[in-house]
């Protein structure tokens, strides 16, 4: 996966060299707001007791469709953990 990332900052790098200023720009610009969006999605994951680790999986288009990924997995994902605790009751 590391090996793959670099491989992709590569490509990325080859293609900004490409770029126009105003693409350089857009470009810095929508970087800074995923870096954004994304420690938003890390914090708001670790505030409602949910694994930051999933942060790049819910990360989505703004604040809000964040949020309500999130709340759509918190759900999924303690329903999927008390199903666990439940059959390791019933095992024992």
Do not use: I, W
Not at 29 to 56: C, G, I, Y
Not at 69 to 81: H, I, L, N, T
């Amino acid at each position: 996966a590391a090996l793959s990332k670099f491989k992709q900052e590569q490509e990325n790098t080859k293609d900004y060299d490409k770029m126009t200023a105003d693409q350089k720009v857009a470009y810095l610009e929508q970087a800074a707001k995923d870096r954004v969006l994304q420690d938003f999605t890390a914090r708001h994951l670790e505030e409602n007791k949910l694994p930051k680790e999933f942060a790049s999986f819910l990360k989505g288009a703004d604040e809000d469709d964040t949020k309500k990924r999130a709340a759509d997995f918190k759900a999924v994902y303690e329903a999927a953990v008390q199903a666990g605790v439940e059959a390791r009751f019933k095992a024992s």
